[in-house]
Nanobody
Framework: QVQLVESGGGLVQAGGSLRLSCAAS????????MGWFRQAPGKEREFVAG????????RYVDSVKGRFTISRDNAKNTVNLQMNSLKPEDTAVYYC???????????????????WGQGTQVTVSS
């Protein structure tokens, strides 16, 4: 069992930066694919970024490529999302998620992830 707690959200002006962190409990964190999802008002939750258990492979949704960077530290049981050049359309609740099992690469399907944090609000003003 893994519990995930996000932090680092807030209000920022367009063009600014935020760094989201996700702290995980549980000894099996290092074996999980980890991802960040977001959900804007009135929209479905969408995949933003993900990283394999060893940090070798990452994956991003096209809209954040070149602006967001996902990373993990298995020794500290944390996964981070560095968000630069933020845009108003990045405004959403951001969720950390973990996927266990035998996975190939970084899945983007929401249903693949079986552990979720409570979410942290990111608001980008224009």
């Amino acid at each position: 069992q893994v519990q995930l707690v996000e932090s680092g959200g807030g209000l920022v002006q367009a063009g600014g930066s935020l760094r989201l962190s996700c702290a995980a409990s549980g000894r099996t964190f290092s074996s999980y694919v980890m991802g960040w999802f977001r959900q804007a008002p009135g929209k479905e939750r969408e995949f933003v970024a993900g990283i394999t258990w060893n940090g070798v492979t990452t994956r991003y949704v096209d809209s954040v490529k070149g602006r967001f960077t996902i990373s993990r530290d298995n020794a500290k049981n944390t996964v981070n999302l560095q968000m630069n050049s933020l845009k108003p359309e990045d405004t959403a609740v951001y969720y950390c998620a973990g996927a266990s099992g035998m996975l190939v690469g970084v899945p983007s399907q929401l249903t693949t992830y079986n552990y979720w944090g409570q979410g942290t609000q990111v608001t980008v003003s224009s």
